[in-house]
């Protein structure tokens, strides 16, 4: 079973907005915190954000700062990344990981969904 199951991807416009929801099955995931990560054609896998398990902590790319918001509701399974000003430089797979904040950084587990396309052109 895939430990989470993201959406909300699409083809967008450059400046437009999109909520991605990350659903998690098969564990607790309230115990952990999470991160959406991206990944484009040919780079590395970016972390973008991350949010502790109870949401009072998040962190940011500096990339992406001011423009994306993650938050979660534990009581949906829920994680959710509102990325607004879209420029074609965040076109890139989305993906949600489960980890823990230790040291004041994220450290991701081996717990990862299959990701959902964002796309951003004119």
């Known amino acids: 079973q895939v430990p989470f199951e993201e959406s909300g991807g699409g083809l967008i416009h450059p400046g437009g907005s999109l909520r991605l929801s990350c659903v998690a099955s098969g564990f607790a995931a309230s115990i952990y915190a999470v991160s959406w990560y991206r990944q484009a054609p040919g780079l590395e896998r970016e972390l973008v954000a991350s949010?502790?398990?109870?949401?009072?902590?998040?962190t940011y790319a500096d990339s992406v700062k001011g423009r994306f918001t993650i938050s979660r509701d534990n009581a949906k399974s829920t994680v959710y990344l509102q990325i607004n000003s879209l420029r074609p430089e965040d076109t890139a797979e989305y993906l949600c990981?489960?980890?823990?904040?230790?040291?004041?950084?994220?450290?991701?587990?081996?717990?990862w969904g299959q990701g959902t396309q964002v796309t951003v052109s004119s």
């Open positions: 949010i502790s398990n109870d949401g009072s902590r998040t």
């Open positions: 990981n489960a980890g823990r904040f230790y040291q004041g950084s994220y450290h991701p587990h081996d717990k």
